[in-house]
């Protein structure tokens, strides 16, 4: 049973221009590459609930929360995983199936420090890590596979200066 309870409703949600504000991020960790000093960059999707395809963790930013406080929570609400924002990595503009329409969603990464064991949207979503060739031959939108190719790979290759991996001794 999870303690947590995620946010429902639209009453909260913060409109600009005619477009709904939403709040996300490309949870990422490190994983050890066997038999190397090196570690790999796998980025967290979690499975849609309304089709095939594979998703990061977006949703509503509410009037009463930053953009970072949305996007970290959403991360907990869908995804169940904690961590540290890093970087804002963009504004990314889609047409959503709701009845909003237009959507802005503004993008983060997110270094996962903690997987919940429980958490508010366990029952209907799978959590998957992924390299990130594989995150975007899977990704069901494509504003969240630019995202994590031009967002996010560009920021982590700078970020980390070793091509999605690093050495142990710099993390």
Not at 112 to 136: C, D, H, I, M, N
Request: glycine letters at 8%.
């Amino acid at each position: 049973m999870c303690d947590l309870v995620a946010r429902t409703g639209r009453h909260l949600q913060r409109y600009e221009d005619g477009r709904r504000l939403v709040a996300g991020c490309i949870p990422f960790r490190y994983r050890d590459i066997k038999d190397e000093q090196k570690k790999l960059v796998e980025v967290l999707m979690i499975n849609s609930q309304s089709g095939p395809g594979l998703l990061f963790p977006k949703g509503g930013w509410e009037n009463d929360e930053t953009v970072e406080e949305a996007a970290a929570r959403e991360a907990i609400e869908e995804a169940g995983v904690r961590g540290d924002l890093v970087k804002l990595l963009g504004f990314y503009d889609f047409k959503s199936k709701q009845p909003e329409g237009l959507c802005r969603a503004a993008v983060f990464a997110l270094h996962v420090k903690e997987e919940l064991a429980s958490w508010p949207e366990q029952s209907t979503r799978q959590r998957s890590w992924l390299t990130v060739p594989e995150a975007a031959e899977r990704s069901r939108h494509p504003w969240m596979q630019e995202a994590l190719v031009t967002g996010f790979s560009a920021w982590f290759e700078n970020w980390s200066s070793g091509g999605g991996c690093v050495d142990r001794s710099e993390r």
